[in-house]
């Protein structure tokens, strides 16, 4: 199969690549087990150098890194160049602190000494998305590579040249051959290279389907696996928030990256009497946003990740309306070349409706006016998704409370949610387990290995 860049812009394909073939994986595969059994003996501030340097590498090539995202997934060029700099935040986050994180761990017990020695495991492979394809990637690479671990990654097939780009970084900052590896496959190979006994972790971020195949394959052949999947992440506003805050989180929450986060603040819900005033605002603020070419500074409102990314927002969107939701603003694709959907906001969704249960990969709020708190919570929990969530309040007490009784694995007070590398980052439910990001996101792929020392 032919692994292809398509700008979303135009729909115009622009490069294709060849997958690997069979050998060629056994290669990279026998490459990467050598260069592990080398990387995992090599002192931790040597391997801080080496994340130093991709670091400093992604910030000089910015703006040629920012164009390759714009070109392969449409988003807006100002969003790409931050997720630039996000990227290379957390190789630097890890490089400074991954040391500390791995220092053993001392146990308290009355006879004789104890400890925890964190240990690496061998090569971890990653199957990464296109939303994010720099800072996906990052989230997985910084902490195993500090920890002793080597990566090979099976990126998504729309963002082949960012993949690309992301091992050439490696190559070009001083990693020998092995560290970091690209892999150009079809998902369908994924499973066999679970069998191999040289791979010994799997972590991916991506669809529930894609989740489920790839936990499947840990499972049989006994691995260990960190998944983060979809959300359905909410957005509460309660009856004491302000207003404006909460108008300004929720467009950037819902329309940054043109609504395509896992942690997107997809279904926004409004207590009591402000919820009419917030739907307004809300209104307002995302009527005229102007459309166009996402490498032109101006645009606000880019291209979907591809064609196909377009028709199922439509689908989802008309399916929500013909079983009786109501359009506030959009609901259709833009008349022009290229993946387009209209900013869209739903009200009126009930149970069994395509947007109350699915999960909306693109630029649609879901609209909720409830009676109370209580019914805010039971909304919010009224689904299968658990990432991420938010809550507007002036009463940081409240909040919390409310926080607490949302069941997702991160809930934000007065902010959308947004990963930052010394925050945890990850889900419960069906968006998956395991967590990214922090000083969690290191321990997932080490041998926490017991030492005991007998004073016998
Ligand atoms: O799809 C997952 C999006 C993560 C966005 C973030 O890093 O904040």
Redesign the pocket.
């Known amino acids: 199969m032919a692994i292809k860049t398509i700008n979303p812009y135009n729909n115009k394909e622009i490069k294709s690549f060849e997958e690997f073939s069979e050998e060629a994986v056994e290669k990279k595969i026998a490459q990467a087990d050598k260069t592990y059994q080398k990387w995992k003996t090599i002192a931790i501030k040597q391997r801080a150098e080496l994340l130093m340097n991709v670091a400093s590498i992604f910030r000089k090539r910015k703006e040629e890194l920012a164009k390759l995202i714009t070109l392969e997934m449409g988003k807006l060029i100002a969003q790409s160049e931050a997720e630039v700099e996000m990227c290379a935040s957390v190789y630097e986050y890890y490089a400074k602190n991954a040391a500390d994180f791995l220092e053993d761990k001392p146990i308290e017990i009355k006879d004789g000494k104890a400890f925890v020695r964190y240990t690496p495991i061998g090569i971890i492979l990653a199957v990464e998305?296109w939303?994010?394809p720099y800072?996906?990637v990052a989230r997985v690479a910084a902490p195993n590579i500090m920890a002793g671990n080597v990566i090979m990654v099976k990126h998504a097939s729309n963002v082949p040249q960012c993949a690309a780009a992301i091992e050439e970084i490696f190559r070009e900052a001083g990693a020998e051959d092995g560290i970091y590896t690209n892999l150009f496959l079809s998902s369908s190979r994924i499973a066999k290279l679970a069998e191999d006994p040289r791979i010994v972790g799997l972590s991916l971020?991506g669809s529930e389907k894609a989740g489920a195949s790839l936990a499947e394959a840990a499972g049989k052949n006994l691995k260990k696996s960190v998944l983060?999947l979809g959300g359905s992440d909410p957005f509460i506003i309660l009856e004491d928030a302000d207003l404006e805050k909460a108008v300004k989180n929720a467009v950037k929450g819902r329309f940054g990256n043109m609504g395509q986060?896992?942690?997107s603040s997809k279904r926004i819900i409004a207590v009591g009497k402000i919820a009419d005033e917030f739907l307004e605002k809300f209104k307002e603020k995302v009527t005229g946003l102007k459309v166009g070419d996402p490498m032109e500074r101006d645009t606000e409102v880019g291209p979907l990740s591809s064609e196909e990314a377009a028709q199922k927002i439509e689908k989802q969107v008309n399916d929500t309306v013909k079983s009786g939701a109501k359009l506030v603003l959009g609901g259709k694709r833009i008349d022009r070349e290229g993946a387009f959907y209209e900013p869209t906001i739903l009200t009126d969704i009930k149970p069994g409706m395509v947007a109350y249960h699915e999960e909306i990969f693109g630029p649609v709020a879901s609209f909720y006016k409830v009676k109370d708190e209580k019914e805010a919570i039971a909304l919010a929990n009224d689904s299968t998704f658990g990432l991420g969530g938010s809550v507007f309040s002036e009463n940081i007490d409240r909040a919390v409370e409310v926080a607490s009784q949302i069941e997702t694995g991160m809930v934000f007070i007065n902010e959308h949610?947004?990963?930052r590398p010394d925050l945890p980052?990850g889900g419960t439910k069906r968006s998956g387990y395991g967590r990214e990001l922090s000083e969690l996101g290191i321990e997932e792929f080490v041998n926490k290995k017991l030492i005991r020392i007998s004073n016998k």
């Open positions: 998305p939303n994010y800072n996906q971020t983060e986060a896992c942690t949610v947004a990963s980052f």
